[in-house]
């Protein structure tokens, strides 16, 4: 009997033993996991937020404004050409709208002044014992002038065809924006001339540009802002006052 209750005992301990190591591999493995857990940083996650963009433009302001030399003056990657150029249009802009100066008259006076001095030093270079000057021969080429009459042709059309659509009743939005624009530009034509409103137009092209360039990080965001606040207005005038216009039936397009 008394062999009995040993084994019964022995026994009864080993499976004891048995569950208490169970219990302890389950609590390490636990905490094994939850340590491992913790270690484990956060994955970044694989899909970035698109940035916004002002006219929703994918590449650099260089890029959409051509890259070539007009790019460079505009953005002042050559501040002494940019400087030139700026410079040169505020001349004429205070010869002909402060000083008063017609443009016949200027171009007169500079061809007598620079004829009499070629004059005058090609016909007294014997008494002053210098050199004729030397008169380059000018010849302007065609292709620049034929590029440029071909691409004003090309950006007439399209706006010839842009005012044949809105005129034949086709497109609401685009009439309503380009009524607003005539509307604009009549009020800045009676505040002032065309050569002011051109000038003030080169120097907006030669500063808000590479301003634009500088702090477009910054600027993005608010314009993402007027945006989204313009296209809930819009919104709400096309939902009380577009939809309600009757409109005619379209006329299915020939292929």
């Known amino acids: ?6 084994s019964k005992q022995s026994t009864v301990e080993s499976v004891m033993e048995k569950i208490s190591g169970k219990i302890h591999g389950h ?11 913790h270690e484990k940083p ?9 940035i916004y963009r002002l006219f929703g433009r994918e590449r650099p302001v260089h890029h959409v404004l051509g890259g070539g030399k007009p790019a460079d003056v505009f953005l002042w990657r050559n501040k002494k050409i940019s400087a030139g150029v700026l410079g040169g249009a505020t001349a004429i802009w ?20 620079s004829l009499a001095l070629m004059f005058l030093w090609s016909n007294a270079h014997t008494f002053i014992h210098k050199s004729p000057p030397r008169i380059p021969e000018v010849h302007l080429p065609e292709e620049p ?7 004003l ?6 706006a010839l065809k842009l005012l044949r659509d809105i005129a034949s009743g086709r497109n609401l939005k685009k009439f309503l924006m380009v009524i607003s624009a005539f509307w604009v530009l009549s009020i800045v034509g009676s505040w002032c001339n065309f050569l002011t409103l051109f000038y003030i137009s080169f120097v907006l092209l030669h500063t808000v540009l590479v301003l634009y360039e500088k702090y477009e990080d910054k600027v993005d965001p608010f314009a993402e802002k007027a945006m989204i606040e313009i ?16 409109k005619g039936p379209l006329k299915t397009k020939k292929v």
């Open 1 to 6: 009997m008394a062999e009995e209750s040993e």
């Open 27 to 37: 609590d390490s493995s636990s905490s094994s996991d939850s340590d491992s857990d």
């Open 94 to 113: 205070v010869l002909f709208e402060l000083i008063e100066y017609n443009l016949l008259t200027l171009v007169c006076h500079i061809s007598i002044l």
């Open 145 to 151: 002038f034929l590029q440029v009459a071909a691409t």
């Open 42 to 50: 956060a994955s970044p996650s694989p899909v970035k937020a698109k």
């Open 231 to 246: 296209k809930k207005q819009y919104a709400v005038f096309d939902a009380k006052v577009l939809s309600k216009i009757p």
């Open 153 to 158: 042709t090309f950006e007439l059309n399209q």
